[in-house]
């Protein structure tokens, strides 16, 4: 069995809000600025970072930051933590020079996954699976998980009312969700990824050994803020899939609608609603999800999941637990520190109690939407973060490292080594996630196609080379 390598990429929502009588900007423009000193430095809005990553302007000027290659619980969330203060920072920036050219405007992005217009834009995982796994194969038994994973890392939402009757996926009253991507899913199983947003992606794009790897790009999954929603997302899946290659068997779960299923789940805070399944019967979400809990807890107890962050899935597979539990009981304040439907729940219900407001009340949007600001300090997220009210994984020691050193367990460690030292030699190169190259062509390109090579005699050889 290989090692679990997962990356996490985030598009952020952006918008930005104008002085009184100042000029609008669209995001087409905020993103120009945005992403200015960006193109200053790397002559380009898509690059490679020192600690790995990539950053790019993505389709509908949404910035886009997707971790290096990770290898461990707490190292996937220290690099995603990252992502939100790098991308922070050129926001930061923005403001400065719309300043510096007489433009009153502050800059605001969102870790979310939905604009104001329906919009829906994505937190896409990648899992390094064995080339010998089937992915279309493995449908049947990934697809109940993942319908039903939002019980345990869904961020929330707030469903606005609509007409009943009008078609899949209508309500006559708003709702409160536990994902925000349920409500735009379209397919089951799919290669694509905008066109119709399938819950499993089944394009074959390693980006390592094709003969011996390939990768599961999931992209149902919500945004997340809290960095135990962020912990738990990633390792229950990580085990999921750990448990599908080692040949574990699992109760027959097959869904018949999955589109239709996702959407019904995360309407429903109780988590009893019957979901369909091929067979002609009947399971809930709370039963689909402790049926995978238990496989888990079965799968460990005979030895599974040798690694060094074994007391982190242990921690993870308590939090599961005390998740569904919470759900079943309705005490939802009880899990509030740990994952983000609850924390933004308590949120709304906070306001609800003091005012009578109703959930399609504007105050209540703007709590849904700003608890998901980066900002340090203005994000609703972040403010509970600054008052102990939500659980951490890692410390700013942590994130900070994260942002400019790159996890030195994979093959990202030999991309952001290479990155500084043409940087600090003045050299033009060219990176993506398997290939380093000098512009010039003088020494030769090395591809990287073992995503556990943290060493590699080729990537010394090609960087004492940059400064001849």
Known sequence: MIRRIV??????????VSGEGARGLGADEIARYLFRPVVERWRSSNVFLDNGARLYLDVGSHPEYATAECDGLRQIVAHDRAGERIVDDLALAAEQSLADE??????YLFKNNTDSVGNSYGCHENYLLDRSTQVRGIANTLLPFLVSRQLICGAGKILPGTPAGVGLGETSEPVYCFSQRAEHMWDGVSSATTRSRPLINTRDEPHADSTRFRRMHVIVGDSNMIETTTLL??????????????????????????VRAIREISRDLTGTRPVALTDGTTMSALEIQ???????????????????????????????????????????????????????????RQVQAKTGADLDHPRLAQIDLTYHDIRPGRGLHSVLERRGMVSRVVDDAAVERARGVAPETTRAALRGRFITAAREAG?????????????????????????????????DDLIAALGR
């Open 7 to 16: 990356g996490i990429e985030t598009e952020f929502g952006i918008t930005s």
């Open 102 to 107: 007489g433009i009153d405007a502050r800059v």
């Open 233 to 258: 997302k990633v390792a229950s899946t990580r085990l999921v899939l750990e448990m599908i290659e080692a040949g574990v068997e699992l109760r027959p779960m097959a869904v018949a609608h999955p």
């Open 290 to 348: 402790r049926e995978f809990l238990g496989a888990v807890r079965r799968y460990l107890d005979a030895g599974g999941w040798e690694r060094d962050d074994r007391p982190d899935v242990e921690h993870c597979v308590a939090l599961w637990e005390r998740i569904l539990d919470a759900v079943e009981s309705g005490d939802h304040d009880s899990i509030a520190a740990d994952v983000d439907w609850a924390a933004k729940l308590r949120l709304i």
């Open 427 to 459: 050299r033009d190169f060219t990176v993506d996630w398997v290939h380093l190259k000098v512009s010039d062509g003088t020494v030769p390109t090395v591809a990287l196609t073992d995503p556990f090579a943290e060493v590699d005699p080729r990537v």
